[in-house]
């Protein structure tokens, strides 16, 4: 799984791109000052960063100016709302790869990530099935299991935030018409198709967990 770390001050933002790359698959860590940036990479390592340029502390070109001068060679794409040529010259003149302009689709984030920094190894096991969350193909055993749009994004976002529980209102958002009987319907059938053990967590929501 790939590990990003998301550079971001508006923390509204910040989380909503950290729950959407969870969902296509990737492992986030958010930071919202540019000296957290530093801590964050002083005790783990990154496949990817993503870089807002204009946050606290120390901004954005020179978090990722320091950290190659440091020897760190992982790619980064930088998000913002500068869009004069001088600043995307900057960017790529320290070793950006990419430029994001604000505001942006985060569906657009996810593709630039998957066209460049694609891994071959993305299938994820759990409970007898192999899952490619960027395909979204799951199999069991020899066969291809093929679900409804419906169960495809409810499987899709417990996988992906597995070990966390996943509130209910957030998996009623794929219901055509949302309610808790509906969710809980399609929750039995997802478990009987797949032969998966959903937890109920009761008032707070659904979790898979890593066995």
Same mark, same amino acid.
């Given at each position: 799984?790939?590990?990003?770390?998301?550079?971001?001050?508006?923390?509204?933002?910040?989380?909503?791109?950290?729950?959407?790359?969870?969902?296509?698959?990737?492992?986030?860590?958010?930071?919202?000052?540019?000296?957290?940036v530093f801590?964050?990479?002083?005790? !783990?390592?990154?496949?990817?960063? #993503?870089?807002?340029?204009? /946050?606290?502390?120390? =901004?954005?070109?020179d978090?990722?100016?320091? &950290?190659?001068?440091s020897?760190?060679?992982?790619?980064a794409?930088?998000?913002?709302?500068?869009?004069?040529?001088?600043?995307?010259?900057?960017?790529?003149?320290?070793?950006?790869?990419?430029?994001?302009k604000k505001?942006?689709?985060?569906?657009?984030?996810?593709?630039?990530?998957?066209?460049?920094?694609?891994?071959?190894?993305?299938?994820i096991?759990?409970?007898?099935?192999?899952?490619?969350?960027?395909?979204?193909?799951?199999?069991?055993?020899?066969?291809?299991?093929?679900? !409804?749009?419906?169960?495809?994004? #409810?499987?899709?976002?417990l /996988?992906?935030r597995? =070990?966390?529980?996943?509130?209910?209102?957030? &998996?009623?958002?794929?219901l055509?018409?949302?309610?808790?009987?509906?969710?809980?319907?399609?929750?039995?059938?997802?478990?009987?198709?797949?032969?998966?053990?959903?937890k109920?967590?009761?008032?707070?929501?659904?979790?898979?967990?890593?066995?």
């Amino acid at each position: 799984m790939m590990k990003i770390l998301l550079l971001e001050d508006d923390k509204i933002l910040c989380q909503s791109l950290k729950e959407y790359l969870e969902t296509e698959g990737y492992s986030v860590d958010t930071a919202h000052r540019g000296t957290e940036v530093f801590d964050l990479t002083f005790t !783990g390592s990154y496949d990817l960063y #993503i870089l807002d340029v204009n /946050v606290p502390d120390t =901004n954005g070109f020179d978090v990722l100016s320091a &950290l190659k001068d440091s020897g760190d060679d992982t790619p980064a794409i930088y998000i913002t709302a500068l869009t004069d040529i001088n600043s995307i010259s900057k960017g790529f003149g320290i070793g950006a790869e990419d430029y994001v302009k604000k505001p942006f689709d985060p569906e657009e984030l996810v593709i630039r990530i998957k066209s460049k920094y694609a891994q071959p190894d993305t299938w994820i096991t759990l409970e007898g099935l192999r899952y490619d969350p960027v395909s979204k193909v799951i199999q069991k055993e020899d066969e291809t299991i093929c679900l !409804g749009e419906v169960q495809q994004n #409810i499987f899709h976002t417990l /996988v992906m935030r597995r =070990n966390t529980i996943v509130d209910s209102y957030t &998996l009623m958002d794929f219901l055509e018409q949302p309610n808790p009987n509906a969710l809980r319907v399609n929750l039995a059938k997802l478990k009987n198709r797949l032969g998966l053990e959903i937890k109920n967590i009761r008032g707070q929501g659904y979790m898979l967990e890593d066995l």
